[in-house]
T-cell receptor
Framework: AQTVTQSQPEMSVQEAETVTLSCTYD???????LFWYKQPPSRQMILVIR??????QNATENRFSVNFQKAAKSFSLKISDSQLGDAAMYFC??????????FGTGTRLTVIP | GAGVSQTPSNKVTEKGKYVELRCDPI?????LYWYRQSLGQGPEFLIY????????DSGLPNDRFFAVRPEGSVSTLKIQRTERGDSAVYLC???????????????FGSGTRLTVV
C-alpha cells in the first residue's frame, strides 16, 4: 500500500526567507507522480508543483522547487523568497498512473512579516 | 465551467438525515474524484468516476455512502442516515482523463463542509 508521510505538522518562516517542507513516501512501483498541493482557508487544493518519477531533474516552478530523491523515497518542497500569501496547509501527494491521489497529513506553514 | 464547482458550500444536518452533495466538474473532464477531509487530516479517497461509471469505489466507508454521475458530468455524493462521524469537508476533483493531455494533477473544488449535529 502507498503511504505518504509528512513529519512536520507546523513550520514557520520569515518573509523573504527560504523554507523546506519534508515528505517521504512508500511504494514498490517505479513509475509514479508526486505532487505538492497548497490549501488556503478557502479549502481549495491548489497544485503547486509536480514531479514524474522517471525524471531525474528536479521540478521547479518560479519560487518553488523540489528535491526528489527516488532511492530514499523523499520529496521535499523548497519555497524561496517566502511571501505572506504562501501561508497555508501544504500537502504532499502520490499517484500511480490513472489511480487516485494519496495524501500526507499536511504541514501548516506560517509566514512571519 | 472554468473551475470545479461544489454545492452547497456548507451543510448542517441532523443525525439520521439524508444529504446530497453536488459536484460540477470542468467541462470536458472525464475523470471525477470524491475525497473526504477530516479535521487536521489530508484528503482521503472515496470514489473515482471515469465517464458515467464508477471505476474505483474502494474508498467508500460503508453502504450509507453512494455516488452517481449519470451523464458523465455532474456528480452527486449521497449519504444516508448520517452520523456525527460523517462530519468533514467533502472535496471533489476532476481531470481530463487517463492518457489525456494535462492528466497528471487534478483540479479541486472548494469542498462542502458537512456538519452532522
Amino acid at each position: 500500500a502507498q503511504t505518504v508521510t509528512q513529519s512536520q505538522p507546523e513550520m514557520s518562516v520569515q518573509e523573504a526567507e527560504t523554507v523546506t517542507l519534508s515528505c517521504t513516501y512508500d511504494t514498490s512501483e517505479s513509475d509514479y507522480y508526486l505532487f505538492w498541493y497548497k490549501q488556503p482557508p478557502s479549502r481549495q487544493m491548489i497544485l503547486v508543483i509536480r514531479q514524474e518519477a522517471y525524471k531525474q531533474q528536479n521540478a521547479t516552478e518560479n519560487r518553488f522547487s523540489v528535491n526528489f530523491q527516488k532511492a530514499a523515497k523523499s520529496f521535499s518542497l523548497k519555497i524561496s523568497d517566502s511571501q505572506l500569501g504562501d501561508a497555508a496547509m501544504y500537502f504532499c501527494a502520490y499517484r500511480r498512473g490513472a489511480n487516485n491521489l494519496f495524501f500526507g497529513t499536511g504541514t501548516r506553514l506560517t509566514v512571519i512579516p | 465551467g472554468a473551475g470545479v464547482s461544489q454545492t452547497p458550500s456548507n451543510k448542517v444536518t441532523e443525525k439520521g438525515k439524508y444529504v446530497e452533495l453536488r459536484c460540477d466538474p470542468i467541462s470536458g473532464h472525464t475523470a471525477l474524484y470524491w475525497y473526504r477531509q477530516s479535521l487536521g487530516q489530508g484528503p482521503e479517497f472515496l470514489i473515482y468516476f471515469q465517464g458515467t461509471g464508477a471505476a474505483d469505489d474502494s474508498g467508500l466507508p460503508n453502504d450509507r455512502f453512494f455516488a452517481v454521475r449519470p451523464e458523465g458530468s455532474v456528480s452527486t455524493l449521497k449519504i444516508q442516515r448520517t452520523e456525527r462521524g460523517d462530519s468533514a469537508v467533502y472535496l471533489c476533483a476532476s481531470s481530463p482523463g487517463p492518457g489525456q493531455r494535462g492528466d497528471y494533477g487534478y483540479t479541486f473544488g472548494s469542498g462542502t463542509r458537512l456538519t452532522v449535529v
